[in-house]
T-cell receptor
Framework: KQEVTQIPAALSVPEGENLVLNCSFTDSAIYNLQWFRQDPGKGLTSLLLIQSSQREQTSGRLNASLDKSSGRSTLYIAASQPGDSATYLC???????????FGKGTMLLVSP | EPEVTQTPSHQVTQMGQEVILRCVPISNHLYFYWYRQILGQKVEFLVSFYNNEISEKSEIFDDQFSVERPDGSNFTLKIRSTKLEDSAMYFCASMRLGTSGTDTQYFGPGTRLTVL
């Protein structure tokens, strides 16, 4: 059974700083991995999806990497802004149309 | 841009009552999901639905739960007799039938269910 862990649980940084959020998973037979953003009391917004055959994906200031052999994914946020403040969730899918297994998330606060 | 919608945004009910949570997935999507998130906890999978039948369900999805796609657009989650521990945010998600792991699950804004 896939288990997903995210470290740290919370992170506070000043505006402009580059930061890395970590996600680890137990089953290396992962099919793909998604990173989501969740604002308080709101739904989940998909940020990036990395297929198992890829090593990284980029969207704007976001870069996500995937290392299946070590069971890790990272989300790199460049030049952080207060509007980036949210909880970031990673979730792994173990087969083509299967379910997502979520981590508990990292709560990010970017202060002006 | 197409999006998943859910109604109501907030539902308050008495313990033992039946509730129906409604979702309208993205129109060309074929896979549908329900997840829930108890306050302060992880998002948990409940059930997946494809081709008018359940394709996978979790241990949480017991006989009190059912899903239905009553027409070409709606996807519903019914809880027959709500319990206090059913209080959570319920998310609907949909995914297009694709290839090679390229497909993203798109989530709705959620329905906050409060059982009193």
């Amino acid at each position: 059974k896939q288990e997903v862990t995210q470290i740290p649980a919370a992170l506070s940084v000043p505006e402009g700083e580059n930061l890395v959020l970590n996600c680890s998973f137990t089953d290396s037979a992962i099919y793909n991995l998604q990173w989501f953003r969740q604002d308080p009391g709101k739904g989940l917004t998909s940020l990036l999806l990395i297929q198992s055959s890829q090593r990284e994906q980029t969207s704007g200031r976001l870069n996500a990497s995937l290392d299946k052999s070590s069971g890790r994914s990272t989300l790199y946020i460049a030049a952080s802004q207060p509007g980036d403040s949210a909880t970031y969730l990673c979730a792994g899918m173990n087969s083509g149309y299967s379910t997502l297994t979520f981590g508990k998330g990292t709560m990010l606060l970017v202060s002006p | 841009e197409p999006e998943v919608t859910q109604t109501p945004s907030h539902q308050v009910t008495q313990m033992g009552q039946e509730v129906i949570l409604r979702c309208v997935p993205i129109s060309n999507h074929l896979y549908f999901y329900w997840y829930r998130q108890i306050l302060g906890q992880k998002v948990e999978f409940l059930v997946s639905f494809y081709n008018n039948e359940i394709s996978e369900k979790s241990e949480i999805f017991d006989d009190q739960f059912s899903v239905e796609r009553p027409d070409g657009s709606n996807f519903t989650l019914k809880i027959r007799s709500t319990k206090l521990e059913d209080s959570a945010m319920y998310f609907c998600a949909s995914m297009r039938l694709g290839t090679s792991g390229t497909d993203t699950q798109y989530f709705g804004p959620g329905t906050r269910l409060t059982v009193l």
